[in-house]
């Protein structure tokens, strides 16, 4: 008799996006006529960029040859990736990562999901609260978690509340924990991480033996220039914590799929006879046997990034999102929303009007205005009451969209 995996009965209903492209389709289908503006998911919606092209281009016009046709490359990605990589993301900033520290990949949602396959079972989880579904999913799914309870939240599991109160920061935790995921600028609450913030989170992990994983997906959209970039910027963090970067968002690669991986030579784990072990070999040693590498033509468009015109580029993509970020929050600010996020991060969370649920809120806008956004109750318990809206639209659809708010 073939078993399953019963872990994966544990999970609530259906993951958060496909659950809102449900209700969305089934709005749609019953509406035809309605002019469904989504602002919900984060999608970009700009075109790669014309040196990222070219270089995509090339890159395929080489493999159609005989001198520049390429098989298997190399798992952890080709060496001109992965050393602009370490030079422009890292050292340019005081984070000395070396390109052999790299592991490129086909998306961060991957990454942080197989990252938690190479750690024991009985190691102490803990995630924010809200939190981007993957962290808390992947790890439900691994077998590390008990049933849900009303709220949606998982025994075994240690959520940290972030909240307008302590400036969506969490506070460190009360008891012991292994691992702790944080992902700033936040998803999906649009607050940024100071240096100080950082520093207490890397003395906990340094003083505790656990590790931080780091999501900095949305690291390009920082403009606060006292606000790191990098986790490795603070002083000792290279022992405690491997992060996560992509090239979605601030490149449009999400249908073109690339994204890296940095595990520190210095990061260290342990066995359960206290022996300590390179997590870097580790990872190495499963990313080469699960994963092929991106292709070819893929790592050259992602390396033209790095050129002079590709960074010129990629900052009008980012200050273009960024623009409707603004538009977004100054326009729901006028209408009386407290609003949050917005200003380093391409995410605005709002406090849903007095009373409403966050998915009430989602049924309100989709059906009253045509307007789709995220319900914040699909990132945890504590994201009940908020809501949130990407900047990944276009200019004009915001517009219209904010219009459409103000009357209902």
Not at 79 to 99: C, K, P, V
Request: aromatic residues 12%; negative net charge.
């Amino acid at each position: 008799m073939i078993k399953i995996n019963e872990n994966y009965l544990k999970l609530k209903a259906g993951y958060l996006f496909p659950e809102i492209s449900r209700r969305v389709n089934a709005f749609v289908a019953e509406n035809p006529q309605a002019k469904v503006i989504r602002l919900g998911i984060g999608d970009v919606t700009r075109p790669l960029t014309p040196a990222i092209t070219a270089a995509f281009q090339k890159g395929v016009e080489e493999m159609a040859t005989d001198s520049g046709f390429r098989g298997y490359g190399p798992e952890q990605g080709y060496a001109f990736l992965r050393e602009a990589i370490a030079i422009n993301d890292f050292q340019s900033r005081g984070a000395e990562i070396t390109a052999d520290e790299i592991f490129i990949s086909d998306g961060s949602k991957c990454d942080t999901g197989n990252i938690q396959e190479i750690f024991g079972l009985d190691n102490k989880i803990a995630i924010t609260d809200p939190v981007y579904p993957v962290y808390v999913d992947t790890n439900v799914m691994a077998g590390r978690t008990g049933q849900a309870d009303a709220k949606g939240q998982y025994g075994g599991l240690v959520y940290m509340p972030c909240t307008p109160e302590n400036d969506f920061m969490p506070e460190l935790p009360s008891q012991p924990v292994d691992i702790i995921y944080l992902c700033y600028p936040n998803n999906p609450t649009g607050a940024v991480a100071t240096k100080a913030a950082l520093q207490k989170w890397v003395e906990y992990a340094r003083a505790n033996k656990a590790l931080i994983l780091f999501d900095a997906a949305y690291e390009a959209f920082i403009s606060n220039p006292d606000i790191p970039h990098s986790i490795y910027e603070i002083p000792g963090a290279k022992e405690v914590a491997i992060e996560f970067r992509s090239f979605s968002k601030n490149a449009g690669f999400t249908g073109t799929r690339c994204a890296f991986t940095v595990v520190p030579e210095e990061l260290k784990a342990w066995t359960a006879s206290g022996e300590a072990v390179s997590v870097k070999n580790i990872w190495n040693r499963r990313h080469c046997t699960k994963f092929n590498g991106v292709s070819y033509p893929v790592q050259a468009a992602a390396a033209a990034v790095y050129s002079e015109q590709g960074r010129q580029e990629v900052r009008g993509l980012v200050d273009f999102y960024m623009n409707n970020a603004r538009t977004i929050r100054e326009g729901l600010s006028k209408l009386g929303y407290k609003v949050y996020g917005g200003v380093d991060a391409p995410y605005i969370w709002l406090a849903t009007p007095e009373g409403m649920g966050s998915w009430e809120f989602f049924d309100l806008l989709l059906n009253k205005a045509n307007v789709v956004g995220t319900p914040g109750a699909g990132f945890g318990a504590s994201g009940e009451g908020f809501f949130r809206l990407s900047a990944f639209g276009s200019y004009e659809n915001v517009c219209q969209a904010l219009e459409r708010i103000a009357k209902i």
